[in-house]
């Protein structure tokens, strides 16, 4: 009889790992502690809830190595992708979702597929002995008992990193004689993805205010056992980049390049603010880029600076919380299990990828991996010059375990590309094309050699 497999944690990885197991005839229980313990970055008890930005960032699958990893995951019947396109948004040549409708979506889904039931309650340590498939996908923000337990089982301290929230403004509330809809560069094919963000320009007086505002501004205070957590450099606080030199911004997501100011087209804005919409509706705009450990109350008073936000209604400010991940190039096998305790296997962010579409891409493979034990099955891995590939082998074994930090899908953890096809490809865009057209063959022949096996 196959067992059952146990999946702890209903967040983006654990909710594609349930959805691919459960697919391939597994019997799966997928262990979700909220309602009954609560976070402090989650708001509701939905599955797969997003609670930083609702971006999936880049979907262009021919330059772009997320992008690409959105199309892997498509081909591989992806529930995350699945329901990120039902539930899309306009938002350029990015992928942005209604984070309610979506996380409803993929509640849904799971909660009615046959193979998958969902209990409600907080696994405390580690998982009890009988349960020979579980799949530990409790995300960064692992529940205090587990992480001690993990920690106990490894003899190696968790590494973390502290994540910030950006805050969220009631669209209405944007003075749209300064501010104006424009994608960068106009990116996109509809003229919805073309105007999928709001522009808030600044001349270099007001810019520099801005960065005085921020910098004096009062911040959250760290506990003593937090103060020497790092932040990752994918997702640091506005203030922080502000701190490491009074241009940061204006070359990172304040820079003004690829936008034209239709109320005063003849003058180049100096900086310019971003918003992005957070709904379907459109009531609701992220400020892009500007997660934050400002006090509450200094935050309303600095963003309230910047030209066109000057009477900005906040529907959710910004925060910050503590996330963990664990060492994995020392500590996982090649399918993400414990080596310590292979029932054990690992999927998602506590891995030490970062990103919604990473974390749910490593559920993904755990799901399979899984079910693959569960059911007699085989266990290959997806070959490294794919998206998922190239994750997983960075977080098993890939990285440097003495400097592990959290990563994103980029070019940089691929197998170099042949000498002919390299100098074959002319420029940036030519090169990143050949790691996809090279990752979409390989992933292909990956999943037909699956179908077969199965």
Same mark, same amino acid.
Request: aromatic share 8%; glycine share 8%; proline share 5%.
């Given at each position: 009889?196959a ?6 944690g ?25 309602p ?29 190595a997320?992008?690409?990893l959105?199309?892997?995951?498509r ?16 938002a ?7 984070? @309610? ?26 998982p ?9 996908a ?35 509330s944007?003075?749209?004689?300064k ?69 940061t ?37 992220n400020l ?25 209604e906040?529907?959710r ?30 999927a ?36 490294? @010059? ?16 003495d ?8 070019f ?6 042949? @000498? ?18 090279r ?10 050699d ?5």
């Amino acid at each position: 009889m196959a067992d059952t497999i146990h999946i702890i944690g209903g967040g983006m990885a654990g909710s594609e790992a349930a959805w691919q197991a459960a697919e391939r005839g597994a019997q799966v229980v997928l262990h979700e502690m909220r309602p009954h313990r609560e976070t402090h970055a989650h708001q509701t008890e939905g599955l797969a809830e997003l609670v930083c930005s609702n971006s999936f960032r880049s979907d262009d699958h021919e330059t772009s190595a997320v992008g690409l990893l959105h199309h892997e995951m498509r081909e591989a019947g992806s529930l995350i992708m699945r329901m990120a396109d039902t539930n899309s948004l306009p938002a350029g040549g990015a992928l942005a979702v209604d984070r @309610d409708a979506f996380s409803a979506a993929v509640t849904n889904a799971l909660t009615t597929h046959p193979n998958i039931t969902l209990e409600r309650g907080e696994i405390e340590g580690l998982p009890p002995a009988e349960w020979k498939n579980v799949i530990v996908a409790t995300g960064p923000l692992t529940s205090p008992a587990l992480a001690d337990a993990i920690g106990t089982l490894t003899g190696t301290e968790s590494l973390a990193f502290f994540d910030a929230i950006a805050p969220i403004v009631h669209a209405d509330s944007v003075d749209l004689s300064k501010a104006w809809f424009q994608s960068r560069y106009d990116k996109g094919e509809t003229e919805a993805e073309r105007t999928a963000y709001l522009n808030c320009p600044m001349d270099r007086d007001q810019y520099e205010a801005f960065i005085d505002a921020l910098l004096s501004a009062p911040k959250t205070e760290f506990k003593e056992w937090e103060q020497d957590t790092p932040y990752f450099e994918g997702c640091l606080p506005i203030e922080v980049m502000a701190e490491r030199g009074r241009e940061t911004l204006r070359y990172g997501p304040l820079k003004p390049v690829g936008l034209t100011n239709e109320h005063n087209p003849t003058v180049k804005a100096y900086a310019v603010v971003q918003l992005r919409r957070e709904n379907a509706l459109g009531t609701l705009m992220n400020l892009v880029g500007f997660q934050t450990k400002m006090k509450y109350g200094a935050q309303a008073e600095v963003f309230r600076t910047i030209p066109g936000l000057e009477n900005a209604e906040f529907a959710r400010l910004g925060g910050i919380h503590r996330n963990t991940f664990i060492n994995s190039p020392i500590l996982l096998d090649g399918t993400m299990r414990m080596k310590a305790d292979p029932r054990l296997r690992f999927a998602g962010q506590i891995t030490g990828v970062e990103g919604y579409v990473e974390s749910a891409a490593m559920g993904l493979l755990a799901g399979r991996f899984a079910a693959a034990d569960a059911l007699g099955g085989t266990q290959e891995l997806p070959p490294p @010059d794919t998206s998922h590939g190239a994750l997983l082998n960075h977080i098993t074994g890939g990285a440097e375990a003495d400097t592990f930090q959290p990563m994103n899908a980029n070019f940089g953890l691929f197998p170099p590309l042949a @000498d002919d096809v390299r100098k074959g490809r002319k420029g940036k865009k030519e090169r990143q094309r050949a790691y996809t057209d090279r990752a979409k063959a390989s992933w292909a022949t990956w999943l037909e050699d699956k179908r077969e096996a199965a």
